[in-house]
C-alpha cells in the first residue's frame, strides 16, 4: 500500500467516523467541492486524484488531527490518542481576540486573512523553527509542547513560538509582542517591508523584528531599541522562517 492509498483509506475512515459516511459533510468542514473529495475518495482509478503532501497537511490541520496522521497506516493516527480537538468560532480558546494581535489584517495585506474558522498550529520550540520549516513539520520527531488557536488562513507549515525575551517590546512599539506572548509564525506568508518576520542569521537562533531595506541591504530590526538589527542574506532561504501573524498572551 503506497502513501496515496494509505490516505485514502484513513480519510475513508475519517468520513465514516466523522461525518457519518457523509462526503457532503468532510467538504464542507474542509471547505472544498463535493465533487473533489468525491474524486480522493473514487475506486475508480481512473478518475481518481491522489491526496497530495499539501492537501493531506490541510485536512489535518482543518480536521483537528495531529501532523501527518493520514500518513500512518491502519489508521493509526486517527486513534484518540493521536486527534487533537477541531476549533470553531464557538469554541472557548486561549487567546480572545481582546488579547490578540491579528497581524494579517495590516493595511498593507489585501485581502484580509480572517476567516470563520479557527486553526490549531503547534507551538514548538524556537530552537527548532529552522529544522521545523526546512522540512520537519513532516516529521513526527520535533516535541510539540500545545496547539494554539489562530482565527485567520495559515499555511501548512504554520507553527507557533514562546516569545522569549522583549525585544519586540520596545516603548515606541506600535504594536508589542512582549516576552512570553505566543506568536503564530507562517513561512508560505510572503513578507512584505514594515512587516514582522522571524529570521536567522547564518543558521543561529532565530530573531524576530521587522524587514527593512536600507541602502541595498536587508535587515530585520526589533522593536526595542536596546537589541541590534541584524543582516540577512535572502538568497539563503533559511534567512527569513516565515512571517508573524498573529500573536497573543499565553494563557
Request: charged content about 25%; glycine content about 8%; aromatic content about 6%.
Amino acid at each position: 500500500m503506497d502513501i496515496y492509498e494509505i490516505r485514502r483509506a484513513n480519510l475513508r475512515a475519517l468520513v465514516k467516523k466523522k461525518f457519518n459516511g457523509r462526503m457532503a459533510g468532510l467538504a464542507e468542514a474542509v471547505d472544498r467541492a463535493h465533487s473533489y473529495i468525491s474524486r480522493c475518495l473514487t475506486d475508480n482509478e481512473k478518475h481518481r486524484k491522489n491526496i497530495g503532501e499539501e492537501f493531506a497537511r490541510d485536512l489535518e490541520n482543518r480536521l483537528g488531527l495531529l501532523p501527518l496522521a493520514l500518513d500512518k497506516p491502519e489508521g493509526e493516527g486517527l486513534a484518540s490518542s493521536g486527534e487533537r480537538p477541531a476549533l470553531d468560532r464557538s469554541a472557548e480558546v486561549n487567546l480572545p481576540s481582546s488579547q490578540g494581535q491579528n497581524l494579517a489584517m495590516d493595511r498593507t495585506i489585501s485581502p484580509p486573512a480572517e476567516t470563520g474558522h479557527i486553526y490549531s498550529v503547534p507551538l514548538i520550540s524556537l530552537s527548532k523553527a529552522i529544522e521545523w520549516v526546512s522540512g520537519g513539520y513532516k516529521m513526527s520527531n520535533i516535541a510539540i509542547e500545545a496547539f494554539i488557536p489562530c482565527p485567520i488562513s495559515v499555511g501548512v507549515r504554520a507553527f507557533a513560538i514562546r516569545m522569549p525575551n522583549d525585544s519586540m517590546a520596545g516603548p515606541r512599539a506600535e504594536r508589542p509582542i512582549h516576552r512570553d506572548w505566543i506568536a503564530v509564525i507562517d513561512p508560505d506568508s510572503v513578507a512584505s517591508p514594515g512587516q514582522i518576520v522571524l529570521a536567522s542569521v547564518k543558521g543561529q537562533d532565530p530573531i524576530m523584528g521587522a524587514l527593512t531595506p536600507h541602502g541595498g541591504r536587508t535587515y530585520v530590526k526589533p522593536a526595542n531599541p536596546e537589541y541590534e538589527k541584524e543582516e540577512i542574506d535572502l538568497d539563503d532561504p533559511n534567512s527569513i522562517l516565515g512571517r508573524t501573524v498573529f500573536v497573543g498572551f499565553a494563557m
